[in-house]
């Protein structure tokens, strides 16, 4: 059987990452192996943990860079709580990200990125592929209840993942990776179909199991995450693809 080493070798491939909380810990130890293996997206996009990755790496953040900025955070960095829609302004957040961001357009990155928001006015998911980077991440990761809402253009946005928990609505067709986050948001209940794995025509999921879950008070569970992200992926690579997924289900 082919593993997933050898299908990402073969051609280009896409990065798609999933919404997930703070999963933007174990999303970067996964890009951090494939670019140790040579392996690196020739476009990126995603949904909320996954959008901020994505748009880190495409404005130019190497994953050792960002692992760096990600294991030094503590909850002062964005923790800016405001009357509002939600419980923190996000002030502190977006100064966060122009301080590690290099570009600050979304059409300037070196890689194409494609950010999924969700639209509170139409009530649907939108794809931001121009623009400013840092509000699009900001957007993206807007958790309702937990972040006020980011105005982009005069329209009020929310958390990609209400509706493309996945992030691939703006992914081109083709070869495309995506790194799912298998844990379930306290928010969304049990069988849920958006925690589904998506289906299109030469994808490929990567599932990490078991991976340590972090928040703003479990920053630290987030670290473990990462480093075993990192190692669980270097696994996937040698592991075959069964039926269009690479599971790992010892991340440990």
Known sequence: MTTLGDW?????????????????FAHTGVLAALVERGLRP??????????????A????????ALAEVLVGLDRAAFWDPAPG?????????????RRVLPTHRLEACGLPVRISVFDILARK?????????????????????????VWIDRRPYWD????????????????????HLSSRSPWRRA?????????????VSLVIDALPRSGPYKLEAGHRALAQARAATLRALDAPIDDGAVRIRDAA
């Open 85 to 97: 829609l939600g419980l923190l302004r996000g002030g502190k957040f977006d100064a966060l990200l």
């Open 191 to 203: 069988g849920s179909p958006s925690l589904a794995l998506p289906r299109r025509p030469e994808l």
């Open 8 to 24: 990402l070798g073969r051609a280009p491939f896409g990065l798609a990452m999933s919404s997930g909380f703070f999963g933007f």
């Open 125 to 149: 998911t939108t794809v931001l592929a121009r623009g400013d980077l840092a509000h699009a991440i900001r957007a993206s990761c807007a958790v309702p209840g937990m972040f006020h809402p």
């Open 160 to 179: 990609g993942g209400i509706l493309d928990r996945p992030g691939i609505a703006g992914m081109p067709p083709g070869r495309l990776l995506f790194h």
């Open 57 to 64: 790496y495409a404005a130019g953040v190497t994953p050792a």
């Open 42 to 55: 020739v476009h990126v996009g995603g949904s909320s943990a996954g959008a901020l990755v994505a748009g």
